[in-house]
């Protein structure tokens, strides 16, 4: 499955990537067994979800939910934790405990999240509106730690304030490794078209990697991204929800039914074994539903699998659906 030659893309630090595309984080999606799947068909990168600063900081042992999210798979290659906050002091703290309690090979700053109780406070894209900050903030994690730096930027917190240019200045001189683009403000969140030409700039200001995002759905987009922007490499979320096979830069469309029920079950697999056998099952019905979006039959298929509480009884509606529904 994984296509990906011995001859790395780019190096983050002394890093190298072996891949030039990356999953990525996606609060709800990118956890262990899904990240782990995408490294099968090719990610090269593994980030966590990402994590509160205030979370690894308050408890003795951080929370269930915490840990789990800290938890990587054996097969995950360049394992990189995101964090964000609001607060300096405890950003930087809860980076210097990572680095002591947790395995990891970069830490990444969320500066794009642009969910209003987070961005409101100042954290995640609303860290775009206080540069100084980002300044200080990036000069002291890579001061302190021993691994990469890096972040995850939109292009300004509006149209108004497109700021992305100062913001990836700020994060190169301050020594951050990589800075990763998704092509939008924090006003667009994920509507409107993201705005390619902007990572090109940004590309063409900085020296260090870049990583392009935003509207990256299909095989030939990525080529189409690298080709106008320049990017070392190309970060794919929601279009990777329900398709790892992007990563090989395979067509979901021309993937056999019996290739693509495997791969569902083993996911299905995974994802139990990890939440537990209950738990595991509703939240997996997300990525089922996504594993069959957009062929004939899936919004009844969706309905029955909502409503299903029993394991073989999901597999079989999956298993019914590979045969029946998906013709090629």
């Excluded at 990402?50 to 840990?67: G, K, N, R, Y």
């Excluded at 964000?84 to 990891?104: N, P, S």
């Excluded at 080709?227 to 794919?236: E, H, K, L, R």
Aim: charged residues 25%.
């Amino acid at each position: 499955m994984n296509n990906q030659t011995r001859v790395p893309k780019f190096f983050v630090r002394e890093i190298p990537i072996y891949g030039d595309v990356i999953l990525a984080p996606m609060d709800g999606y990118s956890d262990a067994p899904f990240r782990a799947l995408c490294v099968e068909f090719g990610s090269a990168m593994s980030y966590t979800e990402f994590i509160s600063a205030e979370s690894l900081l308050h408890p003795a042992v951080p929370d269930a939910i915490t840990q789990r999210k800290l938890r990587f798979d054996a097969r995950e290659r360049v394992r990189v934790v995101q964090i964000y906050g609001h607060d300096e002091d405890k950003i930087v703290q809860a980076a210097q405990k990572l680095q002591d309690q947790q395995a990891l090979d970069i830490l990444d700053l969320n500066m794009g999240c642009s969910v209003r109780d987070i961005a409101a406070r100042g954290a995640g894209a609303g860290m775009l509106r206080e540069p100084a900050k980002i300044a200080r903030i990036v000069a002291r994690l890579t001061r302190v730690l021993r691994v990469p730096v890096t972040a995850k930027i939109r292009l300004g917190w509006d149209e108004r304030t497109r700021n992305y240019l100062e913001i990836a200045r700020i994060l190169e001189e301050n020594g951050a490794a990589l800075i990763a683009v998704h092509a939008r403000t924090k006003a667009q969140g994920y509507g409107g078209v993201a705005d390619w030409s902007a990572i090109a700039e940004i590309k063409q200001a900085v020296k260090i990697p870049v990583l392009g995002n935003g509207d990256v759905k299909t095989v030939a987009d990525i080529a189409r991204i690298k080709s106008q922007t320049g990017c070392d490499g190309v970060m794919i979320g929601r279009a990777a929800i329900g398709n790892p096979w992007i990563f090989a830069r395979q067509e979901r469309a021309r993937i056999a039914p019996r290739e693509w029920l495997a791969v569902v079950k083993r996911h299905l697999a995974e994802h139990l074994e990890f939440y537990g056998a209950t738990r595991g099952l509703i939240l997996f019905r997300k990525h089922a539903y996504r594993y069959v979006q957009g062929e004939p039959g899936a919004a009844a298929l969706r309905h029955a699998l909502m409503l299903c509480n029993d394991v073989r009884e999901f597999e079989r509606l999956l298993e019914e659906f590979a045969v029946v529904v998906i013709k090629k």
